[in-house]
T-cell receptor, first 113, second 112 residues
Framework: DAMVIQNPRYQVTQFGKPVTLSCSQT?????MYWYQQKSSQAPKLLFH???????NEADTPDNFQSRRPNTSFCFLDIRSPGLGDAAMYLC????????????FGPGTRLTVT | GEDVEQSLFLSVREGDSSVINCTYT??????LYWYKQEPGAGLQLLTYIFSNMDMKQDQRLTVLLNKKDKHLSLRIADTQTGDSAIYFC????????????FGTGTRLKVLA
């Protein structure tokens, strides 16, 4: 089945140790998103790509970076994780056309020790 | 501005109907969505409605849209314990962006 896949589902990292979260999609959607979600709050958009065009949210800390080497893959790099970065990270893709739909992956739960 | 609000909690008995409400502020939104999130999982797209529609029905789900009041609702008929989750409404931001604005989420608890 076409879907959005996130690896790993659970990630533990140490304070200040760089970590990379991965997302892949088989939907061939142009747009890919990274969201941060804490304690069942609304997902907070960090950035998104339309194809290779990168769009950063104004309030996304510089500590968060992203790469999209091709249509299928997108990575979230946290350069120096702090305790406040512990959260669920959700990847999503969006179908752009007459119908606009956004699909989410299962998320990666990040713990910072 | 872009702001989407929902009530935080809703509790219903199994078999009853649930109605989850949402208000939004961006009158230029073309699509409005309902997502379901179960514990520890991503958001599952349940249904959406185009802004030129008043109502959309999909099996047990009915979406009502009042554009004048910028009010969106999701009715779940014959609510089951498996419907217990957090429900987010979302609007597609104004044209020219690819952003979705999410509501604060409503936690639905279904009592057996």
């Amino acid at each position: 089945d076409a879907m959005v896949i996130q690896n790993p589902r659970y990630q533990v990292t140490q304070f200040g140790k760089p970590v990379t979260l991965s997302c892949s999609q088989t939907l061939n959607h142009n747009v890919m998103y990274w969201y941060q979600q804490k304690s069942s709050q609304a997902p907070k958009l960090l950035f998104h790509y339309y194809d290779k065009d990168f769009n950063n949210e104004a309030d996304t800390p510089d500590n968060f970076q992203s790469r999209r080497p091709n249509t299928s893959f997108c990575f979230l790099d946290i350069r120096s994780p702090g305790l406040g970065d512990a959260a669920m990270y959700l990847c999503a893709t969006s179908r752009e056309g007459l119908v606009k739909e956004q699909y989410f992956g299962p998320g990666t739960r990040l713990t910072v020790t | 501005g872009e702001d989407v609000e929902q009530s935080l909690f809703l509790s219903v008995r199994e078999g009853d109907s649930s109605v989850i409400n949402c208000t939004y502020t961006d009158s230029s939104s073309t699509y409005l969505y309902w997502y379901k999130q179960e514990p520890g999982a991503g958001l599952q797209l349940l249904t959406y409605i185009f802004s030129n529609m008043d109502m959309k029905q999909d099996q047990r789900l009915t979406v009502l849209l009042n554009k004048k009041d910028k009010h969106l609702s999701l009715r779940i008929a014959d609510t089951q314990t498996g419907d217990s989750a957090i429900y987010f409404c979302a609007e597609r931001a104004a044209s020219g962006t690819y952003k979705y604005i999410f509501g604060t989420g409503t936690r639905l608890k279904v009592l057996a």
